[in-house]
């Protein structure tokens, strides 16, 4: 006969299953394709994050808008520079207090492409990037050398154009230096 600490543990087991369940078809998935959306998960430093992120920049055919806290890796940097070059609309927002002599500020702006640091009196701790207006690269990944060789980092990419107008919108009012509007 099982003890009652057992039979305590079984009955809470079988209310998170089904609290769980009842979670999971409450937050339904829109199916792929036509207004759907995928995503996928990428964990550094053993996935090759900067990796990541170049290929989506190389696919780039319309735009890359990029908001990113902390930005010193160079072959992120070079692959915006080449994007910029082949045509590419490519706008990126940088945290005023990360920006030093390891930045790409200077080698972007150098290069032409349109840089802004944040305005906002409090810090812009945000890591993404819009590309095309249909796929959206997100989460703790930060765009140096320590995020992509060291840290414990994730990147999120996400393909939706509901999403990525979300993620526009806000890009948007950073760069016309409105917050929270």
Not at 112 to 125: K, P, Y
Request: with cysteine; glycine share 8%.
């Amino acid at each position: 006969m099982p003890r009652r600490r057992d039979s305590r543990f079984l009955q809470g087991l079988a209310v998170g299953l089904i609290l769980g369940a009842s979670a999971a078809l409450a937050v339904r998935r829109p199916p792929a394709g036509e207004g759907g959306w995928s995503a996928r998960v990428y964990f550094c430093p053993e996935d090759g994050c900067s990796h990541v992120v170049i290929r989506w920049i190389e696919r780039a055919n319309e735009s890359v808008d990029v908001a990113m806290y902390s930005f010193t890796l160079d072959s992120i940097g070079e692959a915006l520079v080449r994007a910029a070059e082949r045509g590419v609309r490519v706008r990126v927002i940088l945290e005023r207090d990360q920006v030093n002599q390891y930045s790409e500020y200077s080698r972007l702006r150098d290069a032409g492409i349109d840089v802004v640091l944040d305005s906002n009196a409090h810090l812009m701790h945000d890591k993404f990037a819009v590309i095309d207006g249909k796929v959206v690269l997100t989460g703790s990944f930060n765009w140096s050398l320590s995020a992509d060789r060291y840290n414990d980092e994730n990147l999120l990419i996400l393909r939706s154009g509901d999403l990525a107008s979300e993620y526009e919108s806000e890009f948007d009012e950073m760069w016309a230096g409105t917050f929270g509007g």
